[in-house]
């Protein structure tokens, strides 16, 4: 009735139905002797309260708004039980949506709040389960893969996957592939696969009609021939970036750096990966080879012409941030030894970048905000190194939490890109609060 009277805004009006949403359920779940013997009925108030329990657990200002004085490791612990809990209902209309955001949360999570892998484990049971449940559903064969991907076991072939697929899953299943050999930086693969869904490739489903994917598909297949050496693709790289960007909200903290020549365009695809969070989950031989690749992008920029300049200097910021998070995802002590030293040389050429403006103004503030990320989780895996006292424990998880603040301090141009980071670094902080991914039987 307000809403009508006084035009309330939007949010407001939003903020209200959470409020009366969260009240609503808390009263439900309070008895639960009311559901038994109804299985069905059940699981419908599993999916609610576990997925508000989620989104408290995950947004800070959400808990202050519903005025819950629970920490966001203990919602989410609740929250995934209610979710396992409600897949565990197979005749439960929720189910399968209770499965789609136990993925959501595990390709969210960071490894640093997975650390024994439990939440990958659990994943894999429910993917493969949901496969025989919905045979013919492509999102649930696309989502077994990722999980066995994360899980360091072999995805199975396209073919095989494809096989189940009506004919319009098809881009779907060959964005698939081309996505999963470009993250694994195998460049020529994923070029293959990448320009097999233009309209006007001979090997395209469907020949000359664009699909959802054909920006992303033709930007990204771009940034493959660059890795590959091509000198065509190097000048069209950085407008090539853009085109995915427009179409992969996923990677709007790379907006605004996309206008400039800051980057040579052999960084791009790493960058890519890095804002993507993949990295973290490569095996020792990916992180090899990424590291290799970032050195031999800092030899490009080393040698190059512009060396010294302020462009040089900005460039080598980032690659010393993304030389750093791969050290770090490396995991032993003598590795974060390298992280904190990269990632702090990082910050200090961001810092000393005088007056930039365009696009270098734009990675500075990058690199200072992610820096400060990486070097908080820097010092969340070592407050979990084996061998800590519980003061040297505490000391790390404090200082995790100081750099947590300054990645907050650091604004990008884009809201979207803020809220994007923010949103990692509230998740960074389950790390510090013990979370351990619940297994339902």
Known sequence: AAGHAGGTPQMVRAGLLMRSSWAAYQSLSADWRVYRGHPELSSVVQFGVGLLYVLCAAKASLRKFLDISETGSNLLQRGVTLLQECWGVEEGVRAPYAAVVLFALLWLLPKEVDRCGAAATAMGGVCSAAVQRYPGNPLFQILRGYVLRRL?????????????LAPAAQPLSLFYQACLHFLALEWESAHSALVALLPDSPASPNPAQSSPYTAIARAFAMLCQTMLGSSDATEAASASVILGVEGFPLLSQLQGMLHNDVLPARAWPLLVIYSLHEHSFYPAAKQEAFAAAVEAVRGDVAGGAAEGSPSSRGA??????????????????????????ELEASSRMASGLEQP??????????????????LGLVEAQRAALPGQTVEQAASHREEAARYFARCREHALPSKQANGAVNFTLDQSTWALEGFEWPLVQ
């Open 152 to 164: 360091g076991q072999e995805v199975p072939p396209l073919a095989e996957m494809a096989a189940v």
């Open 316 to 341: 080598s910021a980032v690659l010393a941030l993304l030389a750093g998070s791969i050290s770090r995802c490396m995991g032993s002590p003598t590795a974060l030894d390298k992280a904190e030293k």
């Open 357 to 374: 403006s365009g696009g270098l103004a734009v990675l500075q503030q990058f690199v200072l905000k992610f820096a400060s990320l990486e």
